[in-house]
């Protein structure tokens, strides 16, 4: 009977998931079709969680790494009560809670937005380095697990291999990760494209792993058992699985494991959709149905959940009436807000590079701010991310007292694991690089502003003046690609990602102020290499917090400007001591620009405060002109730098590339003798 039960789920599952493709004409079925033995075990008998509560902290959590195979997961989430049918009748349409890849929904139980292959289940790592983390200071009592599904495709990607290791090096055993290995790749199959062996991979990297048949129920519940019972590894399962199992031609021949059924409706690749439901137990005329015995199992699961659920909130009172003062804390940590932090104590040592103001910062949030995670890819003592690492130890297998994860060189990788820890929630994740590496990070930070994770970018040796080390590390364009993000509204109608480029100092102090009080998107911190001259200004902490707006005045003149001078980062004070030499013949304003979104986001009153219309304006930027294009307008001029840098020291590299005041002042006059 538990046998029946068991395959009648996993049929419906996948009667559930063709059926969706077909009515859409798009999708991906034979993965899903494949997958539904595990995820029915999974959730009919494994993942704990509240029906009434889906927000519940301390529940166990799915990610799903492939997702092309949403169909399978929308499914077992309707079978849950968390869809309707009409809901996976609307599969991949406008305005459906059903989307081709799923995009995070906690009350319908999706977890993690997926569809660049490797990320779900490095967001998973993530998730379970933050479940660790909590466990460390308030005790095993809120401890559950987090469980991943990812595919052949998922175990290529690059990053697969930093998540793989990192989670092994940790011992994370509160990870178990489900590998539905079926042999067939979207265009060909996998042993087309590799001949490796998984297990001795994960096995190396410090893993649990087990090979079971992935599409039988009572192999798939004994491996789950065994994962769960870890103490010290992570686990990977390795399903081999039928891709479109189930499936059949109209003359009744088999026709699973077939590339065809990966990526289009099952009638579209050669099988008989009508054939293929009948076979599984439904019904071709109205195939989008929960067999009342599966509607049985799974009411039957939630009232063991409902319980569940119960029992380890009464365990959580006893806790809290116990630990008051930690209660207190870890409210305070898992609701979200803003820490309690004096910005304006800082003292920051004037004149100096904005990563080393950011060290100053970070060294003050290790010692007051409790539910921090920093994380630098091997450069913390370059990217000044030791500043808060100084003051706390590393995160070590067992040992997860600190806040400082040690990552190895995988920014992609550490940027997902930080999508991951900001997606479980009560921490909040900051990670570090070069700025030019940025672009290994791009399909983990569109992740975070799709998403509307508040995960902080450190990028520091933000320009040309990382000198020696030549163009492969010298961000150019790096700028103009991580600012189109303030320019691409997420789906809240907010820009996807604030951008900060501080001045000096003291705009870093602000600078970090804003990311912490961000809650609503990403941050990126774009900060220098080399020193940088405090602007001139009274008051420097008050001043800089007109940063808030994105834009603000710094230097001004008596009366109307003949000129506005723009720019962000250490160019303002470029343009500060190029007025210099121009004072003496014209009205000067100064003004800088750390986040051209933010600066947009202010009422037009504002904006025009700061940049009157028919005013020339000059931009100055170390990236592409097209920084500042936009502010400068049609008839103003932005001196950029729009060709890859050179090997030399920084000192040389601003003088060749015409970063001087000297010759900042000459651009200045020769442009304003075509607007006089």
Same mark, same amino acid.
């Given at each position: ?14 009667? %559930? ?10 999708? #991906? ?7 539904? +033995?595990? *995820?029915?075990? %999974? ?12 927000? &519940? ?9 492939? /997702? ?25 349409? &406008?305005?459906?809670? =059903? ?10 139980? !999706?977890?993690?937005?997926? /569809?660049?292959?490797?990320?779900? #289940? ?16 308030? /005790? ?46 979207? $265009? ?29 129920? $009572?192999? *798939? ?28 031609? @109209? ?24 054939? =293929? *439901?009948?076979? %599984?137990?439904?019904?071709? @005329? ?8 599966? @509607? ?81 890819? +091997? ?5 000044? =991310? ?14 997860? $007292? ?33 700025? !030019? ?7 983990? =930070? ?21 000198? @020696?080390?030549?163009?492969? #590390? ?16 997420? #789906? ?5 990602? %604030? ?62 400007? +003949? *000129? ?8 303002? $004070? ?103």
């Amino acid at each position: 009977m538990i046998k029946n039960i068991e395959l009648r789920a996993a049929d419906n599952i996948r009667i %559930l998931s063709a059926s969706m493709v077909e009515k859409a004409k798009s999708g #991906h079925p034979g993965g899903a079709m494949g997958g539904a +033995d595990f *995820i029915n075990i %999974l959730y009919s008998e494994f993942l704990n969680y509240d029906p009434s509560d889906m927000n &519940w902290a301390y529940r166990d959590r799915f990610f799903l790494d492939p /997702g092309h195979m949403s169909p399978m997961l929308y499914s077992v989430l309707a079978l849950s009560g968390y869809y309707t049918m009409d809901d996976l009748r609307e599969f991949r349409q &406008w305005g459906s809670v =059903t989307p081709g890849h799923p995009e995070v929904d906690f009350k319908r139980g !999706v977890e993690n937005t997926s /569809g660049p292959l490797g990320q779900g #289940h490095t967001m998973a790592v993530g998730a379970a380095i933050a479940e660790r983390f909590l466990v460390a200071r308030f /005790g095993e009592w809120m401890a559950h697990k987090t469980y991943t599904f990812i595919s052949d495709g998922g175990i290529q990607e690059e990053i697969s291999q930093g998540a793989g290791r990192i989670a092994g090096h940790l011992g994370l055993n509160n990870l178990i990760m489900f590998y539905d290995s079926n042999d067939i790749q979207l $265009s060909t199959t996998v042993d087309d494209v590799t001949s490796e062996d998984t297990a001795k991979k994960y096995i190396a990297w410090g893993w649990n792993v087990s090979i079971i048949d992935g599409n039988n129920a $009572s192999e *798939i519940r004994e491996a789950l058992k065994l994962a769960n019972s870890s103490l010290d590894k992570p686990t990977l399962i390795i399903g081999k699985t039928i891709m479109g199992k189930g499936c059949l031609q @109209e003359s009744g021949e088999n026709f699973e494991g077939k590339t065809a059924t990966h990526g289009q409706p099952i009638s579209a690749a050669g099988a008989s959709f009508k054939a =293929t *439901i009948e076979n %599984l137990g439904g019904n071709p @005329e109205n195939p989008f149905q929960v067999f009342p015995e599966v @509607e049985e199992l799974y009411l039957n699961r939630k009232e063991e959940l409902l319980k569940f659920a119960a029992e380890k909130k009464k365990i959580e009172k006893e806790w809290t009436a116990e630990n008051k003062e930690l209660a207190v804390k870890l409210e305070r940590f898992l609701s979200g807000e803003v820490p309690d932090f004096d910005f304006s104590k800082m003292e920051q040592n004037p004149n100096s590079a904005t990563r080393g103001a950011s060290a100053t910062v970070l060294s003050a949030f290790a010692n007051e701010i409790e539910n921090m995670l920093v994380s630098s890819a +091997d450069l913390s003592n370059s990217d000044k =991310t030791d500043g808060f690492l100084k003051n706390t130890t590393s995160l070590n297998k067992n040992d997860f $007292s600190g806040a400082f994860l040690q990552a190895g060189v995988c920014e992609l990788t550490m940027a997902s694991i930080m999508n991951g820890v900001a997606l479980h929630g009560g921490l909040i994740p900051v990670c570090g690089t070069f700025f !030019v590496f940025s672009d290994y990070m791009k399909p983990a =930070t569109r992740l975070s502003a799709l998403m509307e994770l508040p995960v902080i970018y450190i990028w520091t040796h933000d320009a040309f003046r990382v000198g @020696e080390d030549g163009p492969t #590390h010298q961000p150019i364009e790096q700028e103009a690609q991580i600012r189109l993000m303030e320019k691409l509204q997420n #789906h809240s109608g907010r820009n996807s990602m %604030l951008v900060l480029r501080p001045a000096d100092v003291v705009e870093t102090t602000v600078a970090w102020k804003m990311a912490l009080e961000n809650k609503k998107t990403p941050t990126a911190l774009i900060l220098s290499r080399q020193n940088i001259k405090n602007l001139p200004v009274e008051n420097p902490y008050i001043n800089a917090l007109k940063a808030a707006k994105g834009a603000y005045v710094v230097v001004d003149c008596v009366g109307t400007p +003949d *000129i506005v001078l723009l720019a962000s980062g250490s160019e303002v $004070s470029t343009l500060i001591e190029s007025t210099d030499k121009l004072k003496e013949d014209f009205k000067v304003r100064v003004v800088s620009v750390p986040s051209e979104g933010l600066f947009r986001s202010q009422e037009l009153e504002y904006q025009q405060s700061v940049l009157p219309a028919g005013i020339p304006r000059f931009g100055l930027t170390a990236g592409l002109s097209v920084n500042l294009e936009g502010l400068v307008g049609e008839n103003g001029k932005v001196w950029g730098l729009n060709h890859f840098g050179y090997s030399a020291p920084a000192t040389v590299l601003d003088d060749k590339f015409g970063f001087t005041p000297e010759h900042i002042s000459k651009e200045i006059i020769n442009y304003m003798k075509l607007n006089l």
